[in-house]
């Protein structure tokens, strides 16, 4: 069955560094998001990305968030300047339309921000 | 705005008895509703699904859900727990928007399951 790949499945951070996380959509998904769950809290949406460009953003996306679909095939999310509180899981999904079809998770990559 | 109500962060079964996992969602129009479970250091994987049609959705591992458009809910239920049902369980909601849903996400309930 195919899979949402994420890269790396930990990763630890100086606060103030620049962290890039990786993804590998379902390759016919259309529809890209990143989700991210602080320890102990519910699962937030963050941004979503249809052609080439971002859809739907949350007030957790800031400045110090963007992301890119640099080659056709990988999904990133990059935070410029790392905070204490961006600490926790980063889930990224795709999805092959509307939400009809559901949307498939990868297994997230777990950042530690010290 | 679009919100997921789950009632009870815990819920503790023994081994064959029956899951009821609750869910109540908010929207202005019928939603897209959906269950995910996350076994621990995993990721979230669909459970089931509801996007129109019947109102009692079967999922996998003889996980079901109905929808139930009066009382705003949709409930998760398994009629014999098994000791690897033991996960967290996420309720969620999205609109019916032409593209771009975004999931917006209950609280989570853990299940236990005792032998």
């Known amino acids: 069955e195919p899979e949402v790949t994420q890269t790396p499945s930990h990763q630890v951070t100086q606060m103030g560094q620049e962290v890039i996380l990786r993804c590998v959509p379902i390759?016919?998904?259309?529809?890209f998001y990143w989700y991210r769950q602080i320890l102990g809290q519910k699962v937030e949406f963050l941004v979503s990305?249809?052609?080439?460009?971002?859809?739907?953003k949350s007030e957790i996306f800031d400045d110090q968030f963007s992301v890119e679909r640099p080659d056709g095939s990988n999904f990133t999310l990059k935070i410029r300047s790392t905070k204490l509180e961006d600490s926790a899981m980063y889930f990224c999904?795709?999805?092959?339309?509307?939400?009809?079809?559901?949307?498939?998770f990868g297994s997230g990559t777990r950042l530690t921000v010290v | 705005a679009q919100s997921v109500t789950q009632l009870g962060s815990h819920v503790s079964v023994s081994e064959g008895a029956l899951v009821l996992l609750r869910c109540n969602y908010s929207s202005s129009v019928p939603p897209y509703l959906f269950w995910y479970v996350q076994y621990p250091n995993q990721g979230l994987q669909l459970l089931l699904k509801y996007t129109s049609a019947a109102t009692l959705v079967k999922g996998i591992n003889d996980f079901e859900a109905e929808f139930k458009k009066s009382e705003t809910s949709f409930h998760l239920t398994k009629p014999s727990a098994h000791m690897s049902d033991a996960a967290e369980y996420f309720c969620?909601?999205?609109?019916?928007?032409?593209?771009?849903?975004?999931?917006?996400f209950g609280a989570g309930t853990i299940l236990r399951v005792k032998s």
């Open positions: 990305f249809y052609n080439n460009e971002i859809s739907e």
């Open positions: 390759s016919n998904h259309l529809y």
């Open positions: 969620a909601v999205s609109d019916r928007r032409e593209y771009g849903n975004k999931l917006v």
């Open positions: 999904a795709s999805s092959e339309g509307t939400g009809a079809y559901g949307y498939t």
